[in-house]
């Protein structure tokens, strides 16, 4: 099994693991906060999504949210210093989604409970504060977080954080808030964000980090590739990449029986800038491409706020061993800069160990990070699923230099130095 190779070889080589992870944290910038949905099919264990705004804070376990009060006084004292006592969260305008605001008041209360004060804001006019009911029945107070609104004449923010995916890139907001620190950037927003680009550190840092562990980086790799200029509607569009789909596919079948392994490949075909699960779907051959459906078709066609999707990715598809009552699970584990926050089981009753798990009618199950700790002297350990988050951490780091993101007033500081 992957998951038990894996973790024997990580505890052999932790010091140089830790040592590797210090030293390429030592110049970067990470977000306060991000996600990551893994896939474990016993055979290989990877992360195939990675969220810089995880919109999901209230379903962690309430140990882990106990924990995470620390871990995000830490993160803001260590970067941008104990001064910061105004914060303004600025988030989605989902005004009718009361799950999303139990996780925006959450998060409120993660960085209130170190005597912050939290304004929750979203981009754009408001004649007046909105006060929204979660699904919780906790109320939150919305704020216009427009300079020249009311808010910004009593309430001048130390620092931003953001809980917008920033699908819209708000140009004219921005531009209003330059002064300010934001984390994370709003150029780290879908308006230009490619899950190609992440994909590409997040293999090179497995192939690094698997010659320090000397395993097989098959068994953190998940392979992706890139198809640029996608048309739904052009019958050559999709017949090339019908032809790519096999051809990763093929591949595949290789590399699979190179390794004993008898499942029958498959991928995903996913928007290369997309979110919240939507335009995704499972692919077993070029064939299912050619055929699509009208309904396989619109969901290909346009992703969050009706934008065209013109890229898309076919990245291997991970089968899930992982299971909670009965249904198809998969781990999520959200990180606060380098450390694990908390986590959780996706589930889906209605869904197979091959499909996409992030889609209406999942629910979410217990999964805590103090779970996945082993107490061994030295650095803190956490097992495989804590890894795979961890170099999709470094992932976003890369990415976000590679993109120029600026993490105005944050001072870097490596891992090794995150300390109470």
């Given amino acids: 099994m992957a998951k038990l190779t894996l973790h024997k070889q990580t505890l052999a080589n932790m010091n140089e693991i830790c040592a590797w992870f210090s030293a390429k944290t030592q110049n970067l910038s990470v977000p306060i906060y991000s996600s990551y949905d893994v896939r474990d099919s016993g055979y290989k264990i990877s992360n195939v999504d990675a969220n810089i705004f995880p919109a999901g804070f209230n379903n962690i376990c309430p140990t882990d949210k106990e924990t995470s009060v620390g871990l995000m006084n830490k993160y803001i004292t260590k970067h941008y210093g104990a001064d910061v006592k105004n ?87 921005a531009g209003t808030v330059t002064e300010y620190s934001m984390n994370p950037p709003r150029e780290l927003g879908w308006y230009q964000r490619k899950k190609s680009t992440y994909f590409k550190y997040y293999n090179q840092l497995v192939n690094e980090f698997a010659a320090i562990t000397k395993i097989d980086p098959f068994l ?12 739904i509607a052009d019958e050559n569009s999709r017949n090339a990449l019908a032809a790519r789909v096999d051809a990763m596919l093929e591949h595949l079948r290789g590399e699979y029986k190179k390794r004993g392994i008898t499942q029958e490949p498959f991928v995903f ?65 959200y990180m606060i800069g380098c450390e694990l926050a908390g986590g959780f089981l996706r589930t889906h009753a209605e869904k197979s160990a091959e499909e996409s798990l992030n889609s209406p009618g ?15 002297p030295g650095c803190p350990q956490e097992n495989v699923y804590g890894w795979t988050a961890k170099l999709g951490l470094l992932a976003i780091a890369h990415e976000a230099q590679e993109m120029g993101a600026v993490f105005k007033g944050y001072k870097p500081v490596g891992c090794n130095k995150m300390t109470t």
């Fill in 269 to 333: 075909v996913k928007n290369n800038a997309g979110t919240y699960g939507l335009a995704v779907i499972r692919v077993g051959s070029g064939e299912e491409v050619k055929t699509w459906s009208y309904k396989s078709r619109k969901k290909m066609k346009a992703a969050k706020g009706g934008r065209d999707v013109e890229e898309v990715i076919i990245q291997e598809g991970i089968p899930s061993i992982v299971q909670a009552d009965g249904s198809s699970a998969e781990p999520v584990i």
């Fill in 87 to 173: 914060v303004l969260l600025v988030t989605e305008e989902h005004t009718n989604n009361a799950f999303y605001w139990e996780n925006v008041y959450t998060i409120k209360n993660l960085i209130e409970a170190s005597d912050r004060v939290v304004k929750v804001a979203i981009p754009r006019e408001l004649p007046e504060p909105m006060k929204l009911t979660s699904v919780a029945g906790n109320e939150v107070t919305v704020h216009s977080a427009l300079v020249n609104g009311e808010l910004f004449k009593t309430f001048k923010p130390d620092l931003i954080i953001s809980n917008n995916d920033f699908s819209e890139a708000y140009e004219e907001w």
């Fill in 362 to 376: 999942a629910v979410f199950k217990r999964l805590c990070v103090s779970d996945l700790a082993i107490n061994t």
């Fill in 220 to 231: 953190l790799r998940v392979e992706t590739e890139l198809f640029e200029n996608f048309d």
